[in-house]
């Protein structure tokens, strides 16, 4: 069983990235920048194996289409996403494949990544529905690359960073796995942690467009307005503390309605 770590970022001027995440297995480096041009070298892990990295340098924007063109030219039997602000655990390649050989039904993983603030998680495996994957982020899953490509399913580049302030890209897209009859389940080990200062991708985290793209998402997501709306409500409530150095809740739930009937 074979992995690939798939990574976006930006503006990268060498291969550091691959040390700064701690790559311990074969990655897709997609990095929007200025030129076009491909690269494919080795580098060895830490227990001296050889790993592949190609290395994609693009000039297009949009952390969808970074998504899309690194499942595009991915070649794993299992595939993890990564950002530019993440750092994997040492035993990462193990701890996936032991994950997918323990439930064999499993077409996607979600697993738990450790950042400030605390992410608070489930303390056992679980089979995730719609509402579960609403509170996963990007840098948590891993997926089994030939369902994905079976199903044709890729990131809507219509949202997530770069195009709209939410994101929502993760969300969409596991939920377009769940239209698809795919299977995704949570187990309850870290997989990396998010390094300190923010990503590239977040620079307009939480601001007003931020809110009102969130809603438009979770309309178009749930398909519905009474239940979007409710989510609305649970994501002020209760992701107030990651927000709250940016707005208040009325705020929030404001720009997330606006949002939801503009939508």
């Given at each position: ?8 970022c ?7 990235i691959i ?14 920048c ?7 070298i ?8 050889e ?31 990564c ?15 032991q ?6 039904q499993?077409d ?5 990544v450790n ?39 890729l ?13 929502g890209?993760e ?6 796995c ?13 997989l ?8 590239q991708?977040d ?17 178009k ?31 929030a739930?404001?720009?997330m ?7």
């Open positions: 069983m074979t992995l690939e770590v798939l990574i976006s930006m503006h990268q001027k060498n291969t550091d040390q700064k995440s701690n790559i311990q297995s074969d990655v897709v480096i997609v990095n929007q200025d030129i076009n041009k491909t690269e494919n080795t580098f060895q892990n830490h227990q001296n194996e790993c592949k990295a190609r290395i994609i340098h693009t000039t297009e924007r949009g952390l969808s289409k970074s998504r899309n063109l690194a499942i595009a030219n991915a070649c794993g039997d299992i595939c993890i996403i950002d530019d602000d993440e750092y994997f655990s040492l035993n990462y390649p193990e701890t996936i494949r994950a997918f050989q323990n439930i064999p499993a996607i993983i979600v697993f738990q950042r400030d603030p605390i992410k608070h998680y489930p303390q056992h495996i679980k089979k995730l529905n719609s509402f579960d994957c609403l509170k996963v982020s990007s840098v948590e899953i891993a997926f089994k690359l030939s369902k994905i490509k079976e199903k044709n399913i990131f809507d580049e219509k949202v997530g960073s770069g195009v709209s302030k939410a994101g890209e969300n969409i897209f596991l939920h377009n769940l239209r698809n009859k795919l299977s995704i389940y949570f187990v309850p080990i870290t990396a942690r998010l390094l300190p200062g923010s990503s991708w620079s307009a985290k939480f601001s007003k467009e931020y809110f009102i793209d969130r809603g438009k998402f979770t309309q997501l749930i398909g519905g307005k009474i239940f979007a709306i409710l989510y609305a409500c649970y994501f002020s409530l209760f992701k107030y503390s990651k927000f709250k150095h940016k707005t208040n809740i009325v705020n739930l404001r720009y309605l606006y949002g939801v009937f503009k939508g």
